[in-house]
């Protein structure tokens, strides 16, 4: 089956999300929004796992060798992943509050890990301009695949390589910037303790990593429907709060914590150094 064709039956998970929607507020007394929130929760996944089989079948998207990596990948996922991204609440907007965190400069070298099909580094590579650099690593080859696709289409200048978090191939101290959006809570504890050891390796000693993902909720709600990921060992401490914890073991001392998204996201803005903080 080709992209066009996984593309035309896209249809089917709207269709399931208001239909769950409507099962949801009549049993619930949840509001509209609420409601379609939980549906796609619920039905998106379905058409996730159907599109990875379809992209399996197909071989739509030629697979090399991916790296060794602990973590989870979501090379299945590349066909629809611009479709569903969105319908989360991660759609651009999100992609411009993170990237407002990193308060990137002209000139800079930016690295996103965990990078997808590629929107975020896209977009740092618009804000540091010609005279910067803006890589996009993930460990998933059919998402570097659809990140260049993307990239020649939109004329961009951002780069995409297919490596792993735990062990980056490049040079120490290359980059200002690290971004790390919505991929750490893919991480077990011992990958998430490597990619971050990975990570300051490659940062300037001024550098600053810039992390979105999953934090204690804030509302009551999101416990209702994530209970479940606290028997995940990848998951399980980002919904415990643990992400400054992990960033201080890893020598990151100054971590502050800029703002939440949906509260159930958080921004951190971690440097290295001695001294540790938190915002809100």
């Known amino acids: 089956m080709s992209r066009r064709s996984i593309d035309n039956w896209m249809w089917i998970c709207p269709a399931l999300a208001i239909g769950v929607a409507a099962v949801v507020l009549s049993l619930w007394g949840l509001t509209w929004p609420s409601a379609t929130l939980v549906a796609v929760l619920l039905a998106c996944p379905g058409v996730l796992v159907w599109g990875g089989l379809q992209l399996r079948q197909s071989g739509a998207f030629p697979l090399g060798p991916p790296p060794r990596t602990a973590g989870m990948t979501m090379g299945w996922a590349a066909p629809i992943y611009d479709w569903y991204f969105p319908k989360l609440g991660l ?24 990078c997808g099909t590629g929107v975020l ?29 993307n990239a020649a ?18 040079p120490d101290a290359t980059f200002d910037v690290v971004l790390a959006s919505a991929m750490l809570h893919h991480l077990p504890p ?11 390796r490659v ?22 429907l994530l209970w479940p990921l606290l028997a995940m060992p990848m998951t399980a401490g980002n919904l415990r ?40």
């Open 91 to 114: 759609g651009k907007a999100f992609r411009m509050e993170t990237l407002r965190h990193a308060a990137l400069q002209a000139g800079e070298h930016v690295l996103e890990v965990g």
């Open 121 to 149: 580094t896209r977009l740092a590579a618009e804000a540091i301009g010609a005279s910067g650099e803006a890589i996009g690593i993930d460990a998933a080859p059919a998402m570097i695949v659809v990140a260049r696709e």
């Open 153 to 170: 289409r939109a004329g961009s200048r951002a780069s995409f390589q297919l490596a792993a978090i735990e062990t980056l191939p490049f």
């Open 190 to 200: 011992e990958a998430k303790e490597a990619g971050l050891k990975s990570v300051r």
């Open 203 to 224: 940062l300037k000693p001024s550098g600053r990593l810039v992390i979105a993902d999953l934090d204690r909720p804030a509302n009551p709600l999101w416990w209702w």
């Open 241 to 280: 709060g643990e992400i400054p914890a992990f960033l201080q073991r890893n020598g990151f001392g100054s971590v502050q914590m800029q703002g939440r998204w949906m509260q159930l996201l958080a921004f951190w803005v971690a440097r290295s150094g001695s001294t540790q903080g938190e915002g809100s």
